[in-house]
T-cell receptor, first 119, second 114 residues
Framework: NAGVTQTPKFRVLKTGQSMTLLCAQD?????MYWYRQDPGMGLRLIHY???????AKGEVPDGYNVSRLKKQNFLLGLESAAPSQTSVYFC??????????????????FGPGTRLTVT | AQSVTQLDSHVSVSEGTPVLLRCNYS??????LFWYVQHPNKGLQLLLK??????LVKGINGFEAEFKKSETSFHLTKPSAHMSDAAEYFC????????????FGGGTRLMVKP
């Protein structure tokens, strides 16, 4: 049981390049999330998904797109990278709302992060 | 709107002494509150959570937090710091009842001196 994994761990992009970050979870969780972490600001939600084929905007969605074609995977895309997107990106997952209410738990399980630098 | 303020960006303690990491929140309804810990170059791990049950919440590794509605606080404490507690700690509030929209505080870096 690997939990939440992220690929790649590090990446350097030039301004204007595109890339996709992959998040995978093997816990059969319905909900998945993408965050970015910047110094002194905690984590901010970019996009999230409440199930296969559905996505929703979070707090800072501009410049990013996401897709959830399979339940276990959540992709984060940058179509035209900008230096302001230099950050550490974290993926997370959590069980469906029914299970969470039954357990009185809203815990999200986090991956190890991807450090992205845009020059 | 929900928000979280961590009152100290850095806290330094000696090994074996108590730890206090302070968090104040604002919420328009009864909140769900969490503390997460992040060790260097690692992802986040849940320490403990408050979801309107007991106001004193016990977590992993000897940490606990007390929900005080009158003070809108959710401070994290531990009686005796260990070197392995050195990490960054985040106080988090859920912005929605489903727990999807989390608002993170800015983080408190805990340093433990031998």
């Amino acid at each position: 049981n690997a939990g939440v994994t992220q690929t790649p761990k590090f990446r350097v992009l030039k301004t204007g390049q595109s890339m996709t970050l992959l998040c995978a979870q093997d816990m059969n969780h319905e909900y998945m999330y993408w965050y970015r972490q910047d110094p002194g600001m905690g984590l901010r939600l970019i996009h999230y998904s409440v199930g296969e084929g559905t996505t929703a905007k979070g707090e800072v969605p501009d410049g990013y797109n996401v897709s959830r074609l399979k339940k276990q995977n959540f992709l984060l895309g940058l179509e035209s990278a900008a230096p302001s997107q230099t950050s550490v990106y974290f993926c997370a997952s959590s069980p469906d709302r029914g299970r969470r209410l039954a357990q009185s738990s809203y815990e999200q399980y986090f991956g190890p992060g991807t450090r992205l630098t845009v020059t | 709107a929900q928000s979280v303020t961590q009152l100290d960006s850095h806290v330094s303690v000696s090994e074996g002494t108590p730890v206090l990491l302070r968090c104040n929140y604002s919420s328009s309804y009864s909140p769900s509150l969490f503390w997460y810990v992040q060790h260097p170059n690692k992802g986040l791990q849940l320490l403990l959570k408050y979801t309107s049950a007991a106001t004193l919440v016990k977590g992993i590794n000897g940490f606990e937090a007390e929900f005080k509605k009158s003070e809108t606080s959710f401070h994290l404490t531990k009686p005796s710091a260990h070197m392995s507690d050195a990490a960054e700690y985040f106080c988090v509030v859920s912005r929605d009842n489903a727990g999807n929209m989390l608002t993170f505080g800015g983080g408190t870096r805990l340093m433990v001196k031998p």
